[in-house]
C-alpha cells in the first residue's frame, strides 16, 4: 500500500529565502505526483503536476522534481514572499488505483 | 472555465436532518471525487466517479450517499450523520480518473457542522 510522507512538518523563514519541501513515497510505481497548497479553511490549488517520465516542472518561482528510483519528490521555493505562506500537499497517483494519495503536508509560514 | 464550485459554503445540520451538498464542474472532466477532510489533516478519498459511474468508494458508512446525475455534476446526499463526521468536504475533477494526465482540480470546499 502506498505511503505518502512529508518533511519537515512545519517550516517558517525570513521573507527573501529559497526553500525546498520534500515528499517521500514508499512505491516507485507512479503515474504521477502532483503538488498543492491550501490555505487554511479553504480549497487545494493545484501547484504543479509531474508524470512519471518527467524528472521537473517549473512555473513561475516554483521547481518541482522527481526521482522514482528513490522515491521522492521536491518542491523548490525561490525567494519566498509572505504570500506563500499555506500547507503545502504532495499527492502520488499509483499504478494500482484511480485515486491520490495524499502526504500529510509542510505548512510553511514566510514572515515579513 | 476552469473551477470547480461547490454550494454551500457552510453547512450546519442536525443528526436527523437530510441535506445535500453540490459539486459542479464545466472542464469537459469525466472524473469527479469526494474527499472528507479534517482539521490539520490531508484530504481523506471518499468517492471516485469515473464517466458517471462510482468506480472507487473506500469503505465510507451508508449515511452518506454519493450522486452523479450528469458529467458535470456530483451530490453528495446527508442523512442521519454523526459529530465526528463534521468536516470539511472537498470536490475534485480530473480529465479521466485512468489516464497518466489526471490532474485534480478541487473546489473550495463545504464546512459542514453536525449538531
Known amino acids: 500500500k502506498q505511503e505518502v510522507t512529508q518533511i519537515p512538518a512545519a517550516l517558517s523563514v525570513p521573507e527573501g529565502e529559497n526553500l525546498v519541501l520534500n515528499c517521500s513515497f514508499t512505491?516507485?510505481?507512479?503515474?504521477?505526483l502532483q503538488w498543492f497548497r491550501q490555505d487554511p479553511g479553504k480549497g487545494l490549488t493545484s501547484l504543479l503536476l509531474?508524470?512519471?517520465?518527467?524528472r521537473e516542472q517549473t512555473s513561475g518561482r516554483l521547481n518541482a522534481s522527481l526521482d522514482k528510483s528513490s522515491g521522492r519528490s521536491t518542491l523548490y521555493i525561490a525567494a519566498s514572499q509572505p504570500g506563500d505562506s499555506a500547507t503545502y500537499l504532495c499527492?502520488?497517483?499509483?499504478?494500482?488505483?484511480?485515486?491520490?494519495?495524499f502526504g500529510p503536508g509542510t505548512r510553511l509560514s514566510v514572515l515579513p | 472555465d476552469t473551477e470547480v464550485t461547490q454550494t454551500p459554503k457552510h453547512l450546519v445540520m442536525g443528526m436527523t436532518n437530510k441535506k445535500s451538498l453540490k459539486c459542479e464542474q464545466h472542464?469537459?472532466?469525466?472524473?469527479m471525487y469526494w474527499y472528507k477532510q479534517k482539521a490539520k489533516k490531508p484530504p481523506e478519498l471518499m468517492f471516485v466517479?469515473?464517466?458517471?459511474?462510482?468506480?472507487i468508494n473506500e469503505s465510507v458508512p451508508s449515511r452518506f450517499s454519493p450522486e452523479c446525475p450528469n458529467s458535470s455534476l456530483l451530490n453528495l446526499h446527508l442523512h442521519a450523520l454523526q459529530p465526528e463526521d463534521s468536516a470539511l468536504y472537498l470536490c475534485?475533477?480530473?480529465?479521466?480518473?485512468?489516464?497518466?494526465?489526471?490532474?485534480?482540480?478541487f473546489g473550495p470546499g463545504t464546512r459542514l457542522t453536525v449538531l
Open positions: 512505491d516507485s510505481a507512479i503515474y504521477n
Open positions: 509531474i508524470q512519471s517520465s518527467q
Open positions: 466517479y469515473s464517466y458517471e459511474k462510482l468506480s
Open positions: 472542464m469537459g472532466h469525466r472524473a
Open positions: 499527492a502520488v497517483k499509483d499504478n494500482y488505483g484511480q485515486n491520490f494519495v
Open positions: 475534485a475533477s480530473s480529465r479521466l480518473s485512468g489516464s497518466n494526465d489526471n490532474e485534480q482540480f
